[in-house]
């Protein structure tokens, strides 16, 4: 039973950061895909950044230069460390993981999910 519990979200001011984090338990595969997907609201959710087990990161082009995914060394956490916030990067921030190839943002390739945590960036 793989749980993923998010946490870290939060309110902050235009050009802060944030760090957000996802408690992963139950992934013994040794080839698995994490990443961070986000929903504002009326908009679809969106992939943010994903990881794969070999540690390659890839990231939406919205967040690229501000947000950095990363992993503890027992893949057991995995973090979203986001800088340079702007009002657009408010939402729900969801983690997901699933047991295959890293190759794509594909919501319907991700078995588990959070239940989200909120991040809110005010101009």
């Known amino acids: 039973q793989v749980q993923l519990v998010e946490s870290g979200g939060g309110s902050v001011q235009a050009g802060g950061s944030l760090r957000l984090s996802c408690a992963a338990s139950?992934?013994?595969?040794?080839?698995?895909?994490m990443a961070w997907f986000r929903q504002a609201p009326g908009k679809a959710r969106e992939g943010v950044a994903r990881i794969s087990s070999y540690g390659k990161p890839q990231y939406v082009d919205s967040v690229k230069g501000r947000f950095t995914i990363s992993n503890d060394n027992a893949k057991t956490t995995l973090y979203l460390q986001m800088n340079s916030l702007k009002p657009e990067d408010t939402a729900m921030y969801y983690c997901?993981?699933?047991?295959?190839?890293?190759?794509?943002?594909?919501?319907?390739?991700?078995?588990?999910w959070g239940q989200g945590t909120q991040v809110t960036v005010s101009s």
């Open positions: 997901a993981a699933h047991h295959w190839g890293c190759f794509t943002f594909n919501q319907e390739d991700f078995t588990w």
């Open positions: 139950g992934l013994t595969a040794k080839d698995y895909c």
